[in-house]
């Protein structure tokens, strides 16, 4: 296990695909050098905002290596898969890599599953891997909330809530807010740091608000987040960094859209 301490901002990256479809790792790594020029040094690499839901296993470890090979900073590699044996094999290659921390979401598609089945499936996890364990609890999407009853049984360095479930600070080491609004509050409460997507855009607000919770700084990130936040949120980032970084490109992957078809909703990040 790394001797790290993870907290203040994590931003979760996008990952640039070209026109064709392919990645983009030209971007990424242009992406990548802008945001360590700013002063963030942690990244979540293959998330929600990374659209791991449409990227392979190999090319999620693609990701994952050329990061490495080029981030100086600390690396949190997600697992991206409801099958536990894809998750075993990731997180292997993830230690094999380098990365210094692996975050996994419940299992995804079965809904409602026992807290039973998720605490065996999510130990079984942690016990596979010498990283640091980030348990990630987005109930919107998964349909596996996170519970004090799960956290209390799982052996884990921390989670990343995106639901901003700030009651479940006490029942976890290390908790880590996804939810932009709620970065002042969660610090008062014992927060360690959070996650923000829309940091992507526009990091220095965010490092900003990591040394120091003023309610300034905690209007010039909703500010940011007023940018990215609701339907399309990954493609109104994608869209923002092309006019940041030249050559970055805007394109998502299906079934996400650049623009918002009448009488349809996308998911947001």
């Given at each position: 296990?790394?001797?790290?301490?993870?907290?203040?901002?994590?931003?979760?990256?996008?990952?640039?695909?070209?026109?064709?479809?392919?990645?983009?790792?030209?971007?990424?790594?242009?992406?990548?050098?802008?945001?360590?020029?700013?002063?963030?040094?942690?990244?979540?690499?293959?998330?929600?905002?990374?659209?791991?839901?449409?990227?392979?296993?190999?090319?999620?470890?693609?990701?994952?290596?050329?990061?490495?090979?080029?981030?100086?900073?600390?690396?949190?590699?997600?697992?991206?898969?409801?099958?536990?044996?894809?998750?075993?094999?990731?997180?292997?290659?993830?230690?094999?890599?380098?990365?210094?921390?692996?975050?996994?979401?419940?299992?995804?598609?079965?809904?409602?599953?026992?807290?039973?089945?998720?605490?065996?499936?999510?130990?079984?996890?942690?016990?596979?891997?010498?990283?640091?364990?980030?348990?990630?609890?987005?109930?919107?999407?998964?349909g596996n909330p996170l519970t004090?009853?799960?956290?209390?049984?799982?052996?884990?360095?921390?989670?990343?809530?995106?639901?901003?479930?700030?009651?479940?600070?006490?029942?976890?080491?290390?908790?880590?807010?996804?939810?932009?609004?709620?970065?002042?509050?969660?610090?008062?409460?014992?927060?360690?740091?959070?996650?923000?997507?829309?940091?992507?855009?526009?990091?220095?607000?965010?490092?900003?608000?990591?040394?120091?919770?003023?309610?300034?700084?905690?209007?010039?990130?909703?500010?940011?987040?007023?940018?990215?936040?609701?339907?399309?949120?990954?493609?109104?980032?994608?869209?923002?960094?092309?006019?940041?970084?030249?050559?970055?490109?805007?394109?998502?992957?299906?079934p996400l859209m650049k623009e918002?078809?009448?009488?349809?909703?996308?998911?947001?990040?």
């Amino acid at each position: 296990m790394n001797s790290f301490e993870l907290k203040g901002l994590v931003i979760p990256v996008p990952t640039p695909f070209a026109e064709n479809g392919a990645v983009d790792f030209g971007a990424f790594l242009a992406h990548l050098d802008w945001l360590a020029e700013c002063g963030v040094r942690n990244l979540l690499v293959n998330g929600t905002t990374g659209e791991f839901f449409s990227l392979t296993p190999a090319e999620q470890l693609q990701l994952l290596q050329v990061a490495r090979e080029n981030w100086d900073g600390i690396i949190i590699a997600h697992t991206g898969s409801p099958a536990l044996f894809q998750c075993l094999e990731t997180a292997h290659a993830a230690e094999e890599i380098g990365a210094d921390f692996l975050a996994s979401l419940p299992p995804f598609y079965f809904s409602g599953a026992p807290a039973a089945g998720l605490i065996r499936w999510f130990t079984k996890l942690a016990e596979s891997t010498e990283l640091p364990l980030i348990l990630y609890n987005f109930p919107k999407h998964t349909g596996n909330p996170l519970t004090p009853e799960i956290l209390a049984q799982v052996p884990h360095y921390g989670m990343k809530d995106s639901f901003a479930d700030l009651s479940l600070i006490p029942a976890t080491p290390r908790y880590f807010v996804g939810g932009d609004r709620k970065i002042s509050a969660a610090y008062a409460a014992g927060a360690k740091g959070f996650v923000s997507a829309s940091a992507n855009i526009d990091p220095l607000p965010y490092v900003r608000i990591e040394k120091e919770q003023t309610p300034e700084n905690q209007a010039a990130v909703d500010a940011v987040n007023a940018r990215t936040n609701g339907p399309f949120a990954i493609a109104r980032i994608k869209h923002a960094l092309s006019e940041i970084i030249p050559g970055y490109p805007s394109t998502v992957r299906l079934p996400l859209m650049k623009e918002l078809p009448t009488n349809h909703s996308n998911e947001d990040e």
